[in-house]
């Protein structure tokens, strides 16, 4: 991750339409790439971009698949 990419989770979060705490959860878990920098955490749009082509129906544990 380069300086002039960085954008802060909240803004990743409006970008992405999720909430700036899901998005903190998936940056702890490792699923979402990240950087902090003092109490501030910080990523790119090609990282979520990343992260949500990761969200596909078959990496959802069957238990959380709504197959209605």
């Known amino acids: 991750m380069t300086?002039?990419?960085l954008i802060t989770?909240?803004?990743?979060?409006?970008y992405?339409?999720?909430a700036k705490g899901s998005l903190?959860?998936?940056v702890?878990?490792?699923?979402?790439k990240a950087i902090r920098r003092g109490w501030m955490w910080f990523t790119t749009q090609a990282a979520v971009d990343e992260y949500l082509?990761?969200?596909n129906?078959?990496?959802i544990p069957k238990k959380y698949r709504n197959r209605s």
């Open 24 to 26: 903190l959860v998936y």
């Open 28 to 32: 702890k878990s490792g699923r979402l």
């Open 57 to 59: 129906f078959e990496n």
């Open 16 to 18: 992405a339409g999720l």
């Open 9 to 14: 989770l909240a803004e990743a979060a409006e």
């Open 53 to 55: 082509a990761s969200r």
């Open 3 to 5: 300086v002039g990419e």
